[in-house]
């Protein structure tokens, strides 16, 4: 008996140190072991984050416009099914054209490039004008607009947000816009009446209008309300002191940059007899130094820069003057144009165009066009530079006595005689006829050009 109690009690102590007990005894985990496990994770988080967020967003907005298109498309589907309830969420009004600027108080409202305005019922989604159903010959009404009205979702505002933005008059002011605010289209278009601003929008908190157009006839059906651009509305009596872009050439000189009518620079150049853009050029091409003193020092280095590039945009007339002195030993003469650049020269019966002339020759030019403006009543006009090509050829600056020989050819057909004549006389029986106008140019002896000219009237400008 007492063998087999102590086998028993032998065999206790390898039964409680099974792998089965083991497993039922396992230890709790540590503090340090928990916070390292979190730290772990965490930092596995901060390391996935920027890799999963870009890949998940993406996944979702795929998903998102896939839906949209078939969204859209099933739109479009059913268009046909229920056109009324499609339209009344597609229509929107739309003006044709941008607004021509700069806009003044006082004067009619144009589209760009002096068209007449225009509104247009278009559908929204395919951009084309509606031109069938009770909404293509709605009423419309134009109004004026804040000109920061955006609308919360850009384009798409509401009724409200469009109504909300409305300007009205200042009080005391009579209405914004005057004229015929009230249009009809027809087969989706309707034109703008003559309308204008009756007040400045400097007084506004964007200092700029917009234009609207909304239907004023129609319930129960959404149309978009239209809106233009902004753009800032200026007194008319700005008008009256504005710029010239271009300039022309007759335009008064303070319409050229940094020149203020009546100011300093106006004054000086007035003095000076320089009164239109023209004989500003003129000075400008011939004797710079002495125009730039004119303006005097007052005049920054940076304002000549722009005054001279603003001037230089002037649009030039096409015709030429051809100068010949009647006492030069030289066989020589100058081209130029209205407003004294030189373009050709004769020497010796040869026509040289500008671009080939040396340094020396160009000078020569420009004191032989210092001397016609002296001499005006000795300078020839041609309408263009075709006019003058066609009589150049014939064009002879060899000198002779009184008695002129008239030998010569011009486009083939010869002319041959002698006589003996008054220069000026002979000019006024010959040069008004087609006829006569070959054997004018075609002389061959003539002691200079300016026996084939006629006299034309001095430019209003000293040197």
Known sequence: MS???????DAKPRLEGTPFEDKRRRRAPSFRSVVLKVMNLQRLQHLMEPVLEPLIRRVVKEEVDSALTKYEISMKWSRGKDTKHHESRCLQLHFLHAISLPVYTGARIEGEECNTLKVALVDSYTGQVVSSGPECSAKVEIVVLEGDFDGDEGDNWTHEEFKNNIVRAREGKKSLLNGDVLLTIKDGIGLVGNISFTDNSSWTRSRKFRLGAKVVDIDGIRIREARSESFI???????????????????????????????????????????????????????????????????????????VEHAQTCVLDKNLHVYNPSGSQQKIGVVFDVVGQVTALFSDGRYIPGD?????????????????????????????????????????????????????????????????FDRYSYLQQNASSPDNMQSLYSIGSLSNLDECFHSVDPVNIMF
């Open 233 to 307: 509305v200026r007194d008319h009596r700005g008008e009256l002191y504005k710029k010239h872009h271009p300039p022309f050439l007759f335009d008064e000189v303070w319409r050229l940059e940094k020149i203020g009518k009546d100011g300093a620079f106006h004054k000086r150049l007035s003095k000076e007899r320089v009164n239109t853009v023209k004989d500003f050029l003129i000075l400008l091409f011939l004797d710079p130094t002495r125009l730039r003193n004119i303006l005097g020092t007052g005049m920054s280095t940076k304002m000549w820069e722009v005054t």
């Open 3 to 9: 063998q087999k109690r102590q086998l028993e009690e």
């Open 356 to 420: 080939k002339l040396s340094e020396t020759e160009k000078a020569d030019a420009r004191n032989l066009v210092i001397s016609a403006y002296r001499d005006w009543e000795k300078v020839v006009t041609f309408d263009d530079e075709a006019s003058l090509m066609d009589v150049a050829p014939c064009l002879s600056i060899a000198r002779s006595s009184s008695n002129l020989q008239l030998e010569g050819s011009c486009n083939g057909n010869k002319v041959s005689s002698s006589q003996k």
